[in-house]
């Protein structure tokens, strides 16, 4: 475990170069003051106090030569993020001021932060729980204006609340049975009939929060679309019209897309990530088949198939080929090119329910197909309206064990054992439910929690 005891020092931005106008260096920790004091120099009759923002020169404290002309943000304990002393310098954005000024504070007696670090104080030193610095982490992550506000709500401690009722109401009941076990002549019999109907509540709370998992891991994750298809049918166009960019070559030539083209877009709250693939096909060209097997890959990891085929040719033994690789995932057919004239002969897998017509060249159809996507997501009943919270895998695969701890303790009532077999699994039910809020949990999932996190974060 990290020594609360040394002061950290971190870049807290993203340093590209001609690409930020301010960079942060930030320092928590006892000596961040005497550090800032080193370093800063103030014109005028500044005050050296907590919540202020100061106006000043970084100088070297040895040959005083400038580095910077900057702010300085103060933030003293236990009012600042992390309960320690917190001094942030915001200087001009690039990489030789902000590298100067953390190598000074760490020549100063600063630290390097490790990756979370600073968070991870916050979460020591009682601020935060655990499900708020998780929180911090999904909301710098977030892809989408949705999984944005629902990591708000974590932050708020939305989540934690729901927690902290359940850990409590398991704690109770335990306390009560155990003190039937240690007084057992002192005290009136347990109230069974009780114990089971606030048993079946936490169950059902738990249920309902768990029924979250699937929809937070798809508006953090997102969902990964696959266009796939035989050669010029109109891929790489529909790509280009739904990402709304040229980022792959358009041609009449068959084959000319030889690797994957990957684009980042969000459509109704939901992170996608579209994949335009290489025409599928049998082919002797090195280069090509490469490129198809990637294609057939990229198919088989998709969330969700594009099948596109050219109106004007219609379904051919090729596309009937495809499908039947494909259709072990959720797919809609694209007919693109219905400009120039729809084939009688489209005539496909009955088994295909959602179609979308397009003229990707012309931008046509894509609202359609983007409603065709929402419309497959929720479907397959992964997303909810109104969600407010969802849990991440952790907290699920913790939350899951609690569940099945409190319905192995329903079944031990049932077959009437004694009262020291229901402590076993309520213990674990407490226990686990403290994991996910972090009033029992170990160094090493702090850890990997953590280690997850930016460094300055």
């Known amino acids: 475990m990290i020594d609360q005891g040394e002061t950290i020092a971190a870049i807290a931005t993203a340093i590209v170069p001609q690409q930020g106008s301010i960079g942060i260096v930030r320092l928590s920790g006892s000596q ?77 007696g600063a630290r390097l ?11 020591l030193n009682g601020r935060i729980d655990l499900t708020q610095a ?42 009560e049975i155990e ?25 059902a709370k738990l249920k309902n929060v768990l029924m979250t998992a699937d929809q937070g891991e798809l508006l953090r994750s997102g969902i990964k679309v696959a266009i796939v298809g035989r050669p010029n049918v109109g891929k790489s166009s529909l790509f280009n019209a739904w990402s709304q960019c040229d980022r792959a070559i358009v041609t009449n030539l068959p ?33 090509e088949k490469i490129g198809v097997e ?56 009955s088994k295909i329910k959602n179609i979308v017509k397009t003229i990707a060249v012309d931008n046509q159809g894509i609202e359609a197909l983007e409603q065709a996507v929402l419309t497959s997501v929720k479907s397959q009943k992964i997303i909810a309206n109104n969600l407010d919270l969802a849990i991440n895998k952790r907290q699920a695969a913790a939350l899951t064990r609690a569940k099945l701890a409190l319905e192995q303790v329903q079944e031990t009532i049932s077959n009437q054992l004694p009262l020291d077999f229901l402590t076993i699994d309520l213990r674990i039910a407490v226990q686990v439910l403290g994991e996910v809020i972090g009033k029992d949990v170990t160094e090493s999932v702090l850890e990997k929690i953590f280690s997850n996190f930016c460094i300055g974060k």
């Open 179 to 203: 003190a039937r076990i240690d007084f057992e002549d002192d005290l009136p019999p347990l109230d069974e009939i009780s114990i089971i109907e606030s048993l079946g509540e936490i169950v």
């Open 134 to 175: 998780e929180s911090i982490a999904e909301l710098v992550d977030a892809r989408s204006s949705q999984a944005s506000q629902i990591a708000l709500a974590g932050l708020q401690g939305k989540l934690a609340k729901t927690i902290y009722q359940l850990h409590d109401s398991c704690l109770n009941i335990l306390m």
């Open 255 to 287: 084959g000319t897309t030889r690797d994957l083209i990957e684009s980042q877009l969000v459509v109704g709250g939901i992170p996608i990530q579209v994949l335009d693939t290489a025409g599928i096909r049998d082919t002797v060209n090195i280069i």
């Open 32 to 108: 961040s003051l005497v550090i800032a004091k080193t370093l800063f120099n103030l014109p005028g009759k500044q005050i050296w106090e907590t919540h202020r923002i100061l106006y000043g020169y970084i100088r070297h404290p040895q040959t005083q030569q400038m580095i910077d002309e900057a702010l300085l943000l103060l933030m003293l304990a236990p009012r600042s993020y992390t309960c320690e002393d917190v001094i942030e310098f915001h200087c001009h954005g690039g990489i030789i001021p902000v590298q100067q000024v953390l190598q000074l504070c760490l020549e100063l």
């Open 113 to 123: 932060a490790e990756p979370g670090e600073f968070t991870l104080r916050a979460f």
């Open 294 to 349: 990637r294609s057939r890959h990229a198919a088989d990891q998709a969330d969700l198939i594009l099948l596109t085929i050219d109106a004007q040719v219609g379904w051919t033994a090729e596309d009937q080929k495809i499908y039947q690789q494909v259709n072990h995932r959720p797919l809609i057919l694209v007919i693109n090119k219905i400009d120039l004239g729809e084939s009688k002969s489209i005539q496909f897998p």
